[in-house]
């Protein structure tokens, strides 16, 4: 596994950020991720549409998936209270002081995110390399 170390800026949207990104990785995984948010763009479980909160936000967490075709993040921030948050990471979610990203990227596979028939959703599509050249 290569791994790719970034620094995002106050005022960058960290969704779209990683979007870019992920057009060079044909498989990764985010491995850690620390900063804060001065907006966050969030879909919580179970909810249709995503709501867009007012920070700051210290990130706790962030994982998830990346690939050209998508990316599939979840995020666990606080807020100046403690209390904790998390869910889908989605675009509008803004940088404040800085977010620091360190990504896994797979040399064995190839990610791509398809819809599924089962649940309706792009869901990711796992191919090892030799199967992903065929």
């Given amino acids: 596994m290569e791994t790719c170390s970034q620094r995002f800026r106050p005022g960058d949207d960290l969704y779209l950020e990683l979007l870019k990104c992920a057009k060079d990785w044909p498989a990764a995984c985010l491995l850690t991720c620390v ?4 907006m966050l763009a969030v879909r919580f479980v179970g909810a249709e549409h995503e709501v867009v ?8 967490s962030l994982t998830g998936t ?10 666990c921030v606080a807020d100046r209270a403690g209390q904790v948050k998390g869910g889908h990471l989605k675009p509008g979610s803004i940088v404040e002081t800085t ?15 398809e819809v599924d028939g089962e649940t309706g959703y792009l869901e990711l599509v796992v191919k090892k390399v030799s199967q992903a050249s065929s």
């Fill in 35 to 38: 900063g804060s948010l001065k």
């Fill in 53 to 60: 909160l007012s920070g700051p936000f210290e990130i706790l």
């Fill in 66 to 75: 990346c690939c050209p075709s998508g990316l599939h993040l979840h995020i």
């Fill in 99 to 113: 977010a620091e990203v360190v990504v896994g990227i797979l040399e064995d596979a190839c990610f791509t995110r």
